[in-house]
């Protein structure tokens, strides 16, 4: 019993989770999961939401432009919610917002600040966030620091994908294929990426 006592203090009420999901696939479920596996509510938080909200990183250029950051905000949050009814998770248990990242003084209009931040850490974009979650007094805990090369699925591989007609709708849950197929992103990921190349 005492166990079980310790157990539920570890629990957070609130984490904050983070991330582009310029495609949502399966690794991000369980990176999603392993956050809310320490908290009741999660907050997940839709980073370069709008180009507004958007600022370029010396340190991974690649994730400010369009090439990078092909679905809107709106797109991905269904994409979220379509995985988690899919998985037959409580959506009571999560909300999703806009997370401007790369701005640190605008956390407190879209986060808790008083919730516990989750983070990954693959690289040194992973340590420049730690940074600012570290500067702001935010209560920080690391899911996992692991080398990019042990990374597993990434989002510009899928995209890479089917910009090249490779194989890709095992790497994600089924709802996201179905609804990026009915959105046709394929095709808009293939423009983006032949006026980039």
Do not use: C
């Given at each position: 019993m005492e166990h079980a006592t310790r157990q539920k203090k570890d629990i957070a009420?609130?984490?904050?989770?983070?991330?582009?999901?310029?495609?949502?696939?399966?690794?991000?479920?369980k990176y999603l999961m392993a956050g809310k596996e320490k908290c009741r509510h999660l907050v997940v938080g839709i980073t370069n939401p709008d180009p507004m909200l958007t600022r370029e990183e010396?340190?991974?250029?690649?994730?400010?432009?369009?090439?990078?950051?092909?679905?809107t905000y709106y797109e991905r949050q269904l994409l979220i919610r379509a995985a988690f009814k899919e998985y037959?998770?409580?959506?009571?248990?999560?909300?999703?917002?806009?997370?401007?990242?790369?701005?640190?003084?605008?956390?407190?209009?879209?986060?808790?600040?008083?919730?516990?931040?989750?983070?990954?850490?693959?690289?040194?974009?992973?340590?420049?966030?730690q940074k600012y979650f570290s500067d702001m007094g935010l209560n920080i805990h690391v899911l996992w620091e692991i080398p990019p090369e042990e990374k597993g699925i990434s989002s510009s591989d899928i995209r890479s994908n089917i910009a090249k007609d490779l194989p890709w709708r095992h790497l994600v849950p089924s709802s996201v294929a179905e609804l990026?197929?009915?959105?046709?992103?394929?095709?808009?990921?293939?423009?983006?990426?032949?006026n980039n190349s």
């Open positions: 009420d609130v984490g904050v989770i983070h991330g582009r999901f310029q495609i949502l696939h399966n690794d991000h479920l010396n340190i991974a250029p690649e994730r400010s432009g369009p090439k990078g950051n092909p679905l037959g998770f409580a959506l009571e248990d999560f909300s999703i917002v806009p997370f401007p990242v790369n701005f640190p003084d605008m956390y407190q209009y879209y986060v808790p600040m008083d919730a516990l931040f989750f983070l990954t850490i693959y690289d040194d974009w992973g340590k420049r966030k990026l197929l009915l959105w046709n992103i394929p095709g808009r990921i293939k423009s983006t990426h032949s």
